[in-house]
């Protein structure tokens, strides 16, 4: 977006959204379905650069809501029927087609460029009323009290210089992802110490596929030695997003720099070698560090966080872009019935946060398992066949529905707590 193409700014919105990624894009898009004067601010310039390109089946609802399936179809996005997990390196296990546990039309997901996929969650916003500005940096929320009133952003004036407005609103939604603006101003904001992780990704020309209905698969490799972990993503283009996940003490052991981290742990995944044998590198490899964290409170009055400025997890499953989406749905209708009710407390703006944290707790548990060097999905799988559906049922993003307790019980059986 150009800056003469940015909108005029009103003094006051009902609803202000910080933050254009996919959290702040289907909260903003559902107040202003809602019929709510909706702002949303987003720093960057568009379409931004995002990791985070694997998407999980059970996305479809919140894109169908949204109106967006149909895009989805036509575009060049790589078609997602599986994820397939390989141990020590090499060894793979029967793919998780999503398709034979459950065959309709959500078990098929996308493989997307974050920078495209961002950019047509907020043209929908757009279309459907919502006022987008890019460029605008958010540098202060005001508060009267406990109640959030508004922020102070930064914004090109009228001859291209950067001045500071403040904009009222009725609802402030924090959508600012790993930023997580207010959580770090509230003083809310906490670490998962089991999870200091860190990762070294980029991106590969030509790397192998497998044929057919495999193409789309995301591909999740345990190391030899199961100190780290690679995900291989197909995208358009032939390219692939190629990252290794690991503690950051031993990523980025004696001061490794991101390449000489991502080819250590390459030696140690015959498996992802093979792949990368004819393949061409695109990018500077990246890194992002202790990244998972959650705010002890999601909603205050006048105010809520979504997606990752609410929390993260790991990205072993996938579940950010879902969780985003999901949680911008739910506090998009809890923001409509405060509008409704005339009563933006915490308890009606947060309304939501039981039921999405209890799906957040279940992804964890899954990731906690993973993370455990005594788990293995095979050897879990062979003794409980009988749990096949619920881990499924994670993978696709069923989450909030479905009871787990048996499962993980199950799981806690089978996967021997590790040593102190
Ligand atoms: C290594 C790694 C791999 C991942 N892989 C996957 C994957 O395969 N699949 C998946 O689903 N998820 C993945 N994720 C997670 C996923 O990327 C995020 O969960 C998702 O982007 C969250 O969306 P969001 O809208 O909450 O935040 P974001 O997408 O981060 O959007 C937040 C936006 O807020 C803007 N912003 C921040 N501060 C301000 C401010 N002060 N003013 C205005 N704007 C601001 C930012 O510029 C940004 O555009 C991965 C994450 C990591 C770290």
Redesign the pocket.
């Known amino acids: 977006m150009t800056e003469s193409a940015q909108p005029v700014l009103d003094e006051a919105y009902d609803v202000v959204v ?8 289907s909260t903003g898009a559902l107040t202003a379905e809602h019929g709510h004067s909706t702002l949303i ?4 310039e568009l379409p ?1 650069f ?7 089946p059970e ?1 479809f609802w919140t894109l169908k809501r949204l109106g967006l399936v149909e895009r989805l179809h036509e575009s060049a996005y790589p078609r997602k029927y599986s994820v397939q997990f390989f141990s020590e390196g090499l060894k793979p296990s029967a793919p998780f087609y999503f398709d034979q546990y459950k065959d309709c039309e959500s078990s098929q997901t996308w493989q997307v460029w ?1 920078d495209s996929f ?1 950019q047509m969650l907020l043209d929908r916003a757009t279309e459907l009323g919502a006022t987008v500005h890019a460029k ?4 202060d929320a005001h508060f009267d009290g406990d109640q959030a009133t508004g922020v102070r ?1 930064k914004v090109a004036g009228p001859n291209g210089e950067r001045i500071e407005k403040d904009i009222a609103c009725k609802v402030l939604v924090d ?5 997580a ?1 207010l959580a770090s101003r509230l003083g809310l904001k906490e670490t998962d110490p089991a999870l200091k992780k860190g ?1 070294v ?1 980029s991106y590969f020309e030509n790397a192998h596929r497998d044929p057919g209905k495999d193409e789309g698969a ?1 591909l999740i490799m345990q190391t030899a030695g199961k100190q780290s972990w690679f ?1 291989f ?1 197909p995208l358009p283009g032939n390219i692939a ?1 190629i ?1 290794c ?1 690991a503690d950051m003490d031993v990523l980025f052991a004696g001061g490794a720099t991101a390449e000489e981290a991502f080819n250590r742990e390459l030696e140690r995944c015959p498996a992802m070698v093979d792949r990368l044998a004819d393949a061409t590198q695109v990018r500077d490899y990246m890194t ?1 560090k202790d ?1 998972t964290y959650y705010a002890r409170q999601g909603a205050g009055p006048g105010w809520t966080l ?4 609410y929390g ?1 997890i790991d ?1 072993v499953y ?7 989406l999901k ?2 749905e739910f506090a998009a209708d809890a923001i409509h019935e405060a509008f409704q009710k005339n009563d933006f407390s915490a308890e009606c703006l947060g309304s939501w946060l039981d039921e999405h944290s209890r799906g957040v707790d279940v992804f964890r548990k899954l990731v906690y398992a993973f993370y455990n060097p005594n788990f293995s999905f095979g050897r879990f799988l062979k003794m409980h066949p009988e749990f096949r559906s619920n881990v499924t049922d994670i993978l696709i993003g069923d989450v909030f529905k479905p009871d787990f307790t048996e499962c993980f019980e199950a799981m806690g059986d089978v996967t021997p707590p590790v040593p102190a």
């Open positions: 910080i933050g254009g990624g996919p959290a702040g894009a601010l987003e720093r960057s931004r995002h990791v985070g390109e694997s998407l999980i996305t974050r961002d605008a940096q958010v540098i952003v959508a600012t992802g790993q930023s603006f990762t990704w995301t995900w993503i997003s990252g996940t992002t990244y979504v997606g990752d400025a993260f990205p996938s579940s950010g872009v879902f969780l985003a949680s911008g």
